[in-house]
């Protein structure tokens, strides 16, 4: 460490003492913007270090039009306001080509404007409650239709005739379950087989669906004993968007109600591999998954991925890298996407330029990925393959059914009509 | 006793404001520093605000309150309230209502949002709600005589009920998202570097009336009897002076100061939710203040702007490191410069002196003198 601040000390004030103006011409700089300190941080690092490592791969294939990939990693701290600062910085101070990062919506929704406004170009990898559409905002991510849909057409297939909706209170749970109500009535289940209650406006209409709890809540032994209650008659099953460490009292007081996978299987949409590696994955045997990429995909394309990344990790000499029980997961390869993505788009339109970048991403890129073919859409999502999978001991899905080619729609709330 | 400035403190500063309110925006305005440097440090003047609260309460009247981020959110929600609806109808939905009022399936306006429109009464509300919790909260605090750590934790649990609050959505303040995406304010556009150079004047004179005015307050007669409640609260007590009303004021004044830095702090950041109502933010305030020097109100200017550089600057340059830079950087100055920044030329002034009356000796660090 002492090495390195000395040697970036004289670097920086010999790059004072030259004024800055014998900048290398064959780099390009491409900004990382994830929480590498705070709450976010256990869920970002995965995300830096895939970049890093997609970065490393690219430039020693010969790097973007020529040009070698120069990171400039900053962070976020999970503190929102920083984000926006840090943005700011990437695009005014650093003039980035493009930037990949944030994970929560907050710090997406923080970034958005500073974005716009600068005309920056940000590539966003973690599945989002949609609703959004900005025109410097390229979206990787899993979009409602690429997630919670599929997994209700799972169980409405399998015979399931009761759906729990339960998850942590903010904006993407809500926004996915009100977008389930009116996917489940347009698929014929009453609304009494429905459950977790609804939130009414003054006139009747439906504001609110599901169970919220608030985020770091540990006592799920009332919401335990209502699924208990609604499973009553079978065929029911439950739909989580709890997120982070509240599934580990939630799952335990599942199984202590002696609830399972058989009696009513639980779908948790922010659980991945990468989450499972903080959670007792005893608990959750036989819980199903949905995302657009399991490490368990058996293709020659992630098994290059994985061995690249591990390989890279060995050899890494990032400080502070995590080197043991390293997984890959949605995200992780959505990122991952993203920099091949931005890298063809950069090709096509012969430019960094972040708008004629964007044209090019508009106008429909295909790349083969490690969760099978990606392809851009004009309103800034991905076609891309859904998985539904069944959780195991080691952390790791057992894939149960692919979805192919599943459309990216941000809009989906009011598109479903009641039959 | 009397001035409110010595000589030396007047140039000293005359100079620093007339840096920070001259010389800066002259040098944005004139391309000689970008936009976003302005706007950055826009942002430290903010937090130096709620640093002067922090030690108003802290330095001069030893309360360690941790709940002053909470009142600095607050006054930066009152002001979302009222850029959320200058937004109009440039929001993702077209609608005149904030994004995620629709989103949340809202079709009118709840009441308490209407005042709102106006910009006079959100600056009202930026006073009153935050003095009005101050002085409901103090008021049961005082009169039952807490104090010491136990004032600590009671302002650090009403900040964190009133984060989990506001988390949920159901109380219409835009949950865990908060209020983001503002556009104009007073029909200034936001977005504009010029928007954001008005907002750092208005940053920097707020700053410079916050810093007059305590700085007048603790030379009245109200300025001892506070240091005497800090050094010896029993003694005021028999003295014939109502402890517990002194504080009381001087609890809703700096929450006031807080809530007018969070107001400023929420338009040139571009993002408000209660994330920033937490107990970390307080820490960090009370960090600054430290780090600057308590118990003046340079200080905690000064260690505000220069922790918040330090924190810009490292999370670019060694974001895996920062925050043991920052941490270190903590440790050394509580072990070593117990006054703070704004302490060190004393304290280089008695090393030297030390030094000289004893050449032979070698020189010994000067031992903690508690403030």
Redesign the interface.
């Known amino acids: 460490?002492k090495r390195r601040?000395f040697s970036?000390l004289l670097l920086?004030s010999a790059a004072v003492f030259t004024a800055a103006g014998a900048k290398a011409e064959d780099t390009v700089k491409v900004g990382v913007l994830h929480s590498?300190?705070g709450t976010m941080a256990i869920s970002e690092t995965s995300l830096r270090d895939i970049l890093l490592y997609t970065f490393d791969e690219i430039n020693a294939a010969g790097g973007v039009m020529g040009k070698k990939i120069e990171p400039?990693?900053?962070?976020?701290?999970s503190?929102?306001?920083?984000f926006?600062?840090?943005a700011?910085?990437l695009l005014?101070?650093d003039k980035v080509a493009v930037t990949f990062g944030c994970w929560t919506?907050?710090s997406r929704?923080?970034v958005?404007?500073?974005f716009e406004?600068k005309k920056g170009l940000l590539f966003y990898p973690v599945q989002y409650e949609g609703?959004?559409m900005s025109p410097n905002i390229f979206y990787t991510a899993e979009a409602v239709g690429q997630q919670a849909t599929p997994a209700v057409d799972y169980f409405l297939a399998n015979g399931k005739k009761k759906f729990y909706l339960l998850g942590s209170?903010?904006?993407y749970p809500?926004?996915t379950n009100?977008v389930l109500l009116e996917y489940l009535l347009s698929k014929g289940v009453p609304l009494a087989n429905i459950g977790g209650g609804f939130?009414k406006?003054e006139?009747g209409?439906?504001?609110?669906a599901g169970k919220?709890t608030?985020?770091g809540h540990t006592d799920y032994q009332q919401i335990v004993a209502e699924i208990k209650q609604f499973t009553a008659g079978g065929k029911a099953c439950v739909i989580s968007t709890l997120n982070g460490d509240t599934n580990v009292p939630f799952f335990k007081e599942y199984a202590a109600a002696g609830l399972t996978a058989e009696t009513c299987p639980v779908v948790s949409y922010s659980i991945s591999e990468d989450e499972f590696r903080g959670l007792p994955a005893k608990q959750l045997v036989g819980q199903l998954g949905c995302w657009t990429y399991f490490q368990s995909i058996k293709s020659p394309a992630n098994k290059k991925f994985i061995d690249g990344f591990q390989a890279w990790l060995k050899k890494s000499d990032?400080?502070?890298i995590v080197k043991e029980g390293r997984v890959t997961c949605s995200p992780m390869v959505l990122s991952y996407n993203g920099v091949y993505l931005w890298k063809m788009a950069v090709e096509k339109a012969k430019s960094f330029d972040p708008e004629k970048v964007m044209a090019a991403l508009e106008s429909g890129i295909s790349f083969d990925g490690p969760g099978g073919k990606v392809t851009t859409q004009k309103n800034h999502h991905l076609t891309k393959n859904v998985f539904i999978g069944e959780s195991k001991a080691d952390g790791q899905f057992k894939i149960l059914k692919e979805f192919k080619d599943v459309y990216g729609e941000p809009f989906l709330k009011g598109t479903f009509k009641a039959k | 006793m009397n001035t409110l400035l010595t000589k030396r403190e007047g140039i000293g500063f005359g100079v620093v404001f007339f840096i920070l309110l001259v010389v800066m925006p002259v040098a944005e305005a004139t391309k000689l520093i970008d936009p976003f440097t302005l706007n950055t440090w826009g942002k430290y003047l903010c937090y130096a605000i709620l640093a002067i609260s922090v030690d108003i309460l802290w330095g001069y009247t030893g309360l360690l309150s941790l709940g002053q981020a909470l009142f600095f959110t607050l006054g930066g929600y009152m002001m979302g309230m009222h850029l959320m609806l200058m937004i109009g109808k440039l929001g993702q939905y077209k609608s005149d209502l904030p994004d995620f009022l629709v989103f949340l399936g809202h079709t009118s306006l709840p009441t308490i949002w209407k005042p709102f429109y106006s910009f006079p009464f959100a600056l009202l509300m930026v006073i009153l709600l935050p003095g009005l919790l101050a002085a409901v909260f103090g008021f049961l605090a005082f009169r039952s005589r807490i104090k010491g750590v136990y004032f600590s934790i009671l302002t650090q649990a009403l900040t964190y009920g009133a984060a989990l609050l506001f988390f949920q959505n159901d109380m219409l303040m835009g949950g865990n998202n908060g209020f983001t995406d503002f556009r104009t304010l007073l029909g200034m556009d936001l977005r504009s570097p010029g928007g954001q150079r008005s907002l750092y004047l208005a940053t920097g004179l707020l700053l410079l009336c916050i810093f007059l005015f305590c700085k007048w307050l603790t030379i009245t007669k109200f300025g001892l009897i506070q240091r005497a409640v800090r050094d010896s609260e029993t003694r005021v007590l028999f003295s014939g002076y109502s402890a517990a009303n002194f504080k009381l004021f001087v609890f809703v004044v700096a929450s006031v100061i807080a809530a007018l830095g969070g107001m400023l702090f929420v338009p040139q950041v571009g993002i408000i939710n209660p994330s920033e109502m937490n107990t970390e933010h307080s820490l960090e305030a009370v960090v600054w203040c430290a780090v600057g020097g308590r118990g003046t109100l340079i200080g905690p200017i000064i260690g505000a702007v220069s922790v918040n550089i330090l924190k810009s600057w490292a999370t670019r340059a060694y974001p895996d490191w920062w925050l043991i830079i920052l941490g270190v950087t903590f440790i050394l100055v509580v072990l070593f410069m117990p006054r703070g920044i704004v302490g060190l030329p004393d304290q280089i002034k008695g090393l030297l002196n030390r030094m000289k009356r004893k050449p032979s000796e070698t020189a010994e660090i000067p031992t903690a003198i508690a403030p």
């Open positions: 460490m601040i970036s920086a590498l300190s400039v990693v900053v962070d976020g701290a503190n929102w306001p920083l926006a600062e840090k700011k910085q005014e101070q919506s907050v929704k923080s958005l404007p500073v406004e609703e959004e209170d903010y904006v809500q926004t009100l939130k406006d006139s209409k439906i504001i609110s919220y608030p985020f990032v400080p502070g």
